[in-house]
């Protein structure tokens, strides 16, 4: 699956984009932030976002991203497992939200369901 991935840590970004081959997702382009632009010329299947490092909140960097890439699977990933923040990210747009909290196995299965959300 195409995949767009924000890592706002840089140095963190290369084990994502390892992680995410291994759940089934080519990453085709990265970026520390949001652009909407960039987004848009790589048509990706889905965008990966690591939402905790953006000033205005996860869930408002997620309707960003929401309005450059209408049909692609948003997958949020965050530190909080507050089912409240959840639902703010699904109500701006992210089709999963899935906690660094979790087990790596548990990451791998909530991101391999999110890669079968109909883009």
């Keep these: ?14 084990y994502l984009q390892s992680f995410l081959a291994e759940a089934g997702f080519d990453v085709v382009a990265m970026s520390h ?18 939402v905790d490092f953006f000033e205005r909140g ?26 409240t923040y959840a639902a703010a990210c699904f109500i701006s747009g992210a089709d999963a939200v899935i906690s660094k909290h979790s087990g790596t196995e548990r990451v791998m299965s909530s991101l391999r369901e999110a890669a079968l959300v109909p883009a």
């Design 58 to 83: 996860g869930p408002n960097a997620l309707c960003r991203i929401r309005q450059a890439t209408p049909s692609a699977a948003l997958i949020a990933y965050c530190n909080s497992d507050d089912p």
């Design 33 to 50: 932030d949001i652009d909407g632009k960039d987004i848009a010329l790589h048509a990706p299947a889905a965008v990966f976002v690591d």
């Design 1 to 14: 699956m195409r995949t767009y991935l924000i890592e706002p840590q840089l140095m963190f970004a290369g």
